[in-house]
């Protein structure tokens, strides 16, 4: 599975932005997919992850402001984001595996989100 992460920029504190991940090369339907992000100087942490039926799990820190959908027929998952923070400032990564809420086995490139506060 090939996953493509994209919608990242630069945006204002309280603002909002779409982050989307298009995978190709496996049955997007059968996957579990999930955010992540990686913070300058901090390690990795999860944001939020969709099961294939739709239910959803997010980290304390983002819960009421973000949400993350899936599209199965356009292979694509989202991550919308308001009332943006500067703490939000991170590289977004967009992860899939099958059978594990935890552990992911396919990994896109990232995506940088900047937060000005």
């Known amino acids: 599975v090939q996953l493509q992460a994209s919608g990242g920029g630069l945006v204002q504190a309280g603002g909002s932005l779409r982050l989307s991940c298009a995978a190709s090369g496996g049955t997007f339907s059968r996957y579990r997919m999930a955010w992540f992000r990686q913070a300058p100087g901090k390690e990795r942490e999860f944001v939020a992850r969709i099961r294939h039926g739709g239910i959803t799990y997010y980290t304390g820190s983002v819960k009421g402001r973000f949400t993350i959908s899936r599209d199965n027929a356009k292979n694509t998952v989202y991550l919308q984001m308001n009332s943006l923070k500067a703490e939000d400032t991170a590289v977004y990564y967009c992860?899939?595996?099958?059978?594990?809420?935890?552990?992911?086995?396919?990994w896109g490139q990232g995506t940088q989100v900047t937060v000005s506060s």
């Open positions: 992860a899939a595996n099958e059978n594990d809420d935890y552990a992911y086995d396919y």
